[in-house]
């Protein structure tokens, strides 16, 4: 096939780096290496091909310098040959500043691995990919396919099942349908197609994966990139290779993407300049009615891409402006200008001042509550974001192409907004953040922290971890980084189990204020060891910290553990590099510090017999 | 050394060490997936596609030179 020797796709891919600009000056080997290795991984495309992606998968194994937030372990059982695949994982993989570890396994072997109690996995990875091809389907062009569609449907999800028991978070990959199919363009409206019944199986697959495992559509992933240049049958018939080498980096892109942003490490907020990024012209010299928005090709672009910042922002992700400009003129635009996409609600923060950009972004980190890490940076101007890149390199600062027509397509490949399904709190996120720029706000004018708290007007339910708040609670305990007391990233499976389990508290909390409803943003686990209870995990999402939920959570626990006939509570800290913020949480709420450290961790403890830890007095507690 | 070789060198690891009688067996490391990352790499450098039976590792080198003059005319 053509894929062969061309590069795939004609789009604009200028923002791709090419190898020699990743190696510098020196040697390859010593390529990515530096301060600035964080910012060049985020540039490495997959449109570059297997022998670029090749290339780097092997200088990245050479890199020191690389810092990744999250490291987990991960196998992939396939039906077809992952050998190629396997080595551009870890590279997909640090694009979203992850490290990978990856468990080769034998080709083929699913059932083998999940069902065999003896010769499956050492110890069964963090996650498990599962991926098959078409072929596999026993799919018979022109003959009924229901039959073949329910036996897929429940091949892969029994196979989700034993590895969910196994104690690994699945990511199902999805099937890619052949570029050929005989009923040709309209194969999407023949059930008895290959195709159809392909999208029939994902399309099943998806809908059972919804709080259960994770589906990475393939098949989007293919379509993008084009079926003729994504299938290769010569290379399935020689090598049992899925598809061309050119898309086996499209295909780790996707792998990785899932479970990165699984675990989170996604973008939060995206950051973006006005003049030529969110609207043509200068705001200060054009005027209000001047700027280019909705008017024309050029107005029609900018329009564009505020609808695609829009589009984010339902998705749960905040927006922000970073921009010099006269913050009196910026307001006159979202009041005045009638073609403006975006209103100035849409924005949890707006910054026009003639600070330099990095101290902007830095202000909004703070307003927002948001790490550097989450943060994406947009602007037109190539001079700005090398100075956002140079003085806050966390910060994921995107390529701009010349085109607006092309900013979103440029922002839609940033690895920081990959995306997958999500449980239903995440819809609540993007509007929780503007509530939390406007209560941030409101504590600055207010005197005293605890007038600022009870003005929130604060109200939280409590709830025992159900089969509903599930997922959030396992996305909760994967992403909390900061205000995470123990650290332990028990699985959703585990959960699943220990809800069940009779001497175990696992508790969501909701929250909400006279600004947002912020969903579930608090868990807690414990459970009872003799006359002692045991807090396991106690994590707040950071979006709430400092509003004394905490407190609610280690009361429940308390009244719990006494019912019981505990006689103390205790409380765990293990340090980490990035919790330090709640090393004196439990001597605050008044436990005390056991000379014996509870393995590796300081254990804290509450004399119950005494009484109970005081529950917050600014929140009021909702029954539930 | 030819351009072949050279791509050889670069994806085997070492120089193909007789030339175009050069068979697998000669080459520790020319395993089946080499062979694939070999073959995509000329692929790609000759702008050509090489026949369904060089897919397979087993033919000695010069059988990929000689299919490459055969299909490209730039080579």
Not at chain 1, 293 to 318: M, T
Not at chain 1, 462 to 468: A, E, G, S
Request: charged residues 20%; aromatic residues 6%; glycine residues 8%.
């Amino acid at each position: 096939m053509a894929c062969i020797v061309t590069d795939l796709g004609n789009h604009d891919r200028n923002r791709s780096m090419t190898l020699g600009q990743l190696c510098g000056e020196k040697g390859r080997g010593e390529s990515m290496n530096g301060p600035d290795c964080t910012q060049l991984m985020w540039s490495v495309d997959p449109y570059a091909g297997y022998g670029e992606w090749h290339e780097l998968s092997k200088s990245m194994v050479l890199n020191r310098s690389f810092q990744p937030l999250r490291h987990v372990c991960v196998a992939v059982l396939a039906t077809y040959t992952t050998d190629l695949l396997l080595p551009l994982l870890s590279l997909a993989a640090a694009r979203h500043r992850l490290s990978l570890e990856v468990i080769e396994t034998p080709f083929g072997q699913l059932e083998q691995m999940l069902f065999n109690d003896s010769c499956g996995f050492r110890a069964m990875p963090e996650y498990l990919v599962l991926a098959g091809t078409w072929h596999e389907l026993g799919l018979i062009p022109g003959e009924p396919t229901d039959e073949a569609v329910r036996e897929a449907v429940k091949r892969w999800t029994g196979l989700w099942d034993a590895a969910i028991a196994g104690g690994a978070r699945v990511v199902q990959v999805g099937f890619v349908p052949p570029a050929v199919d005989s009923f040709g363009m309209a194969a999407s409206g023949e059930d008895s197609s290959i195709s159809a019944a392909v999208a029939r199986i994902n399309t099943e697959l998806a809908k059972n994966a919804v709080g259960r495992v994770v589906f990475a559509d393939a098949a989007a992933a293919a379509s993008i990139v084009g079926l003729r240049n994504w299938d290769s049958p010569r290379y399935w018939h020689s090598a049992r290779l899925p598809c061309c080498m050119d898309a086996l980096p499209h295909m780790a892109a996707l792998i990785a993407g899932a479970i990165a942003a699984d675990c989170g490490l996604t973008a939060r907020c995206v950051i973006v300049d006005l003049d030529n990024t969110l609207w043509g012209g200068i705001l200060g010299e054009d005027g209000v009615d001047g700027i280019a928005i909705g008017n024309g090709p050029l107005g029609e672009s900018f329009a564009s891409f505020q609808h695609y910042l829009r589009s984010l922002r339902q998705r749960g992700i905040a927006l922000a402006v970073a921009s010099k400009n006269d913050p009196m003129l910026v307001e006159e635009v979202f009041n005045r200008n009638p073609r403006m996409v975006l209103r100035r609600e849409d924005f949890a923060c707006i910054v026009a001042s003639w600070q330099r950009k990095s101290e902007q972004v830095l202000d909004i980190s703070r307003r927002l509550h948001l790490g550097l890490s989450s943060l994406i940076f947009v602007d037109d101007n190539p001079a700005e974001r090398a100075e956002v890149a140079q003085a806050l390199p966390e910060v994921q600062v995107i390529e701009m192409p010349r085109s607006p027509a092309s900013y979103p397509d440029a922002l839609a490949s940033a690895p920081g907004l990959f995306y997958v399904q999500h449980s239903h709190d995440d819809g609540l996120r993007g509007h929780s953040y503007s509530g939390l720029r406007q209560a941030t706000e409101l504590a600055e004018q207010m005197s005293s922290r605890n007038e600022f708290l009870h003005s929130l007007g604060m109200s939280a339910e409590v709830r025992p971890l159900n089969q509903n708040s599930l997922p959030r609670a396992a996305q909760l305990i994967a992403k909390t980084n900061q205000f995470n007391l123990t650290v332990r990233r028990r699985t959703q499976s585990e959960l699943e189990r220990l809800m069940h389990d009779p001497s175990v508290l696992a508790l969501t909390l909701a929250l909400r204020d006279r600004f947002a409803d912020h969903g579930i943003v608090g868990f807690c686990l414990a459970f009872t060891e003799g006359t002692d209870a045991l807090i396991d995990t106690l994590l707040l999402s950071c979006r709430v910290i400092g509003r004394t939920a905490e407190r609610i959570l280690v009361a429940e626990a308390a009244k719990w553990a006494a019912q019981r006939g505990c006689a103390s509570l205790l409380g765990i800290y293990r340090p980490t590099d990035r919790n330090r913020m709640v090393e004196g949480l439990y001597p605050e709420l008044g436990f005390t510090l056991r000379s014996k450290p509870l393995d590796d961790a300081a254990a804290f403890e509450f004399d119950l017999l005494t009484g109970f830890p005081q529950s917050s007095c600014f929140i009021q507690e909702m029954a539930s | 050394m030819s351009r072949i070789s050279v791509l050889f060198a670069s994806v085997v690891g070492m120089a193909p060490t007789r030339g175009e009688d050069t068979l697998p067996d000669d080459v520790r490391g020319w395993d089946s997936l080499a062979h694939i990352r070999l073959v995509y790499a000329i692929e790609r450098e000759f702008g050509c596609e090489l026949p369904e039976d060089l897919l397979l590792v087993g033919k000695p080198l010069g059988d990929l030179a000689a299919a490459v003059r055969d299909s490209a005319p730039g080579a």
